[in-house]
């Protein structure tokens, strides 16, 4: 009897059985034939990944509890999770031989490192003569045909994107798949399995190396059935997701007071497909919100971002990136340091930075207050280094939506206001007058009363002593004023815009003008170039007065 044929699903983000169109043909093909064919759904554990790719030890968790619940659910459909360990490049040419593939299936990936190892991995399929199929179902909409609809640009607004969206026909969401026949489709063992029957199984957090004892509650577990479980609990509130309404919620409530679906769309352990269709049923025929500040609104902020990084070079970064302004940052390790750690002395700013490192998961809105303070709020210091931390930290750490949240909270990309910025003091205030969420967060000042917690440097010493904190010893003191630098960055971004736009209207590359900036450093550029190439231009456009009266009013405010 010939050997069968094994074909292969790849799983690397849509970790679920349901409404997984690569995993479904598949699955699909060898039930029509099982005789001929049999499946081995893999996932590739990459030992070298911790060299390159900064993940927490809350986000392994997360992974190593989805890749156990996959393949928990796969067994459901008579199949199971096969984790190979290995680079994919070196490891996919050896399982095509040894398993003798005819067919590889997988979900389509923007990312670019992705995108180069798929290029490889295809490459090596047709040495192979192994068919590829991809499928799009990581995003509700595929970029590329957004792109096209926009004569081959990405849309670089929300609206834009949204209205070319709107014309797009959504396929509905696939079930799960349906089980293979009991008998004739198990793969033979391979000589790896017949030495360790254990050799495919998921990995334990030690293989991960992480220490379990050093994590705190698992507030998140990973994996689908969490996912379809969290979903099914936000969805039975039909009156609040008809209400729903993003900036009216609270990004220092004690439990989250939004949907915290986020980690498991950006492993695929939930369907972007099927959460927007399950929002479209419950809102449907009842008055509701509308986008952007809905969840429907939301989630085409999700479809916004992948598709402008699809199609733009360098988005994780500032310099070769055409959508990103280039902006004389400052480096600035000492500030950085205690940002990241939670000790910038504004407890507000603290709270939320204590609460990413041991959740995993902080509010979008507490996101905007600590991302605007790193960067033109109060540090100064580049969106790279803080999208990095939260690459680490988060377990939703989605590049796409990483880079462009962070270019956005920085005025570098899509959002412009650079004059707006939060405080570290009153916008924690509007939702938490009480400080309880920095009494959780931030021990040392659970004593403070509400009227001084996000202030407090404004108690005497006598207080700091009889409410057990003194300031810039048991807690930092505030390593910048708010209310003075602030002012200082708003000017500095106002002459960075300047600068960008001159030098762009001047026939200056984006690239000589990312030389001259330099990421991550003090500026490249003189005060005396910079007068210079504005003096020589026509006086400035109602727009342009407009903008500098508006930013004047603003500062006088402050």
């Known amino acids: 009897m010939a050997k069968k044929e094994t074909i292969i699903h790849w799983f690397r983000k849509g970790l679920r059985i ?18 001929k064919y049999c499946l081995r759904p893999i996932f590739v554990l990459d030992p070298a990944i911790r060299k390159w790719l900064r993940v927490g030890p809350n986000r392994w968790r997360f992974l190593q509890q989805t890749l156990v619940n996959l393949d928990e659910n796969l067994r459901t459909i008579n199949s199971r999770l096969y984790v190979v360990r ?9 399982l095509f031989d040894r398993w003798n593939v005819s067919l590889l299936t997988y979900e389509h990936d923007i990312e670019p490192y992705a995108v180069q190892r798929d290029k490889t991995v295809e490459e090596h399929a047709r040495e192979h003569n192994v068919t590829t199929h991809v499928e799009v179902s990581h995003t509700i909409f595929h970029p590329e045909t957004i792109v096209k609809r926009n004569g081959g640009k990405p849309p670089l607004t929300y609206q834009k994107y949204a209205s070319l969206a709107s014309a797009c026909t959504i396929p509905l969401p696939l079930p799960a798949p349906q089980k293979l026949p009991g008998k004739g489709v198990e793969p033979e063992k391979d000589s790896q399995e017949r030495k360790d029957q254990s050799c495919y199984d998921p990995p334990t957090m ?20 969490e996912a379809l479980s969290r979903m099914e609990q936000c969805l039975s509130r039909k009156a609040w997701i008809c209400s729903f ?14 949907t915290v679906l986020s980690p498991y769309l950006k492993f695929g352990c939930l369907s972007a497909r099927l959460f927007y269709s399950r929002i479209q049923e419950t809102i449907k025929g009842q008055k509701h919100s509308q986008p952007p500040v809905s969840l429907i609104g939301q989630m085409m902020w999700r479809e916004f971002y992948y598709c402008v ?24 390790k000492e500030y950085l340091d205690a940002w990241t750690e939670g000790r910038t002395g504004y407890p507000f700013i603290d709270a939320i930075m204590r609460q990413l490192r041991q959740e995993g998961w902080i509010h979008h809105l507490a996101r905007h207050a600590v991302a605007c303070f790193l960067t033109r709020g109060d540090l100064w210091i580049s969106w790279e280094e803080g999208q990095r931390v939260f690459e680490e930290l988060l377990l939703d750490a989605d590049w796409a939506l990483n880079a462009g949240n962070w270019m956005w909270l920085s005025a570098s990309a899509f959002f412009h206001q650079y004059f707006r910025v939060y405080s570290p003091v009153a916008f924690g205030k509007k939702t938490d007058p009480e400080g309880k969420y920095i009494k959780k967060y931030v021990p040392e000042l659970a004593r403070f009363p509400s009227g001084i917690i996000y202030e407090p440097w404004k108690a005497n010493l006598e207080t700091q002593k009889k409410l057990g904190c003194i300031i810039g010893k048991d807690y930092p003191k505030r390593i910048v004023v708010h209310e003075e630098i602030s002012k200082t960055n708003i000017q500095r971004m106002s002459a960075a815009y300047r600068r960008n736009k001159a030098l ?6 984006e690239a000589s003008v990312s030389e001259e900036v330099g990421s991550g450093s003090t500026s490249k550029l003189s005060s005396k170039r910079t007068s210079s190439t504005v003096s020589s231009k026509t006086k400035p456009s109602p727009k342009k007065r407009k903008l500098e009266a508006t930013i004047t009013k603003f500062l006088k405010k402050k």
């Open 18 to 35: 349901h409404d997984n169109p690569a995993l479904s043909l598949a699955v699909d093909k060898v039930r029509q034939n099982p005789t």
């Open 86 to 94: 290995g680079n994919p490049i070196q490891i996919f040419p050896e």
């Open 206 to 225: 030690n293989e991960l190396d992480v220490d379990e004892g050093s994590l705190l509650e698992c507030k998140f577990p990973g994996g689908e059935t």
């Open 245 to 258: 309404e993003k900036p009216n919620t609270s990004p220092n409530s004690l439990e989250p007071s939004t």
């Open 309 to 332: 990084a699809a199609v733009t070079p360098n988005f994780d970064k500032m310099s070769g990136n055409d959508v990103c302004i280039q902006v004389d940052w400052d480096t600035n």
């Open 504 to 509: 762009k209207e001047g026939g200056q590359s």
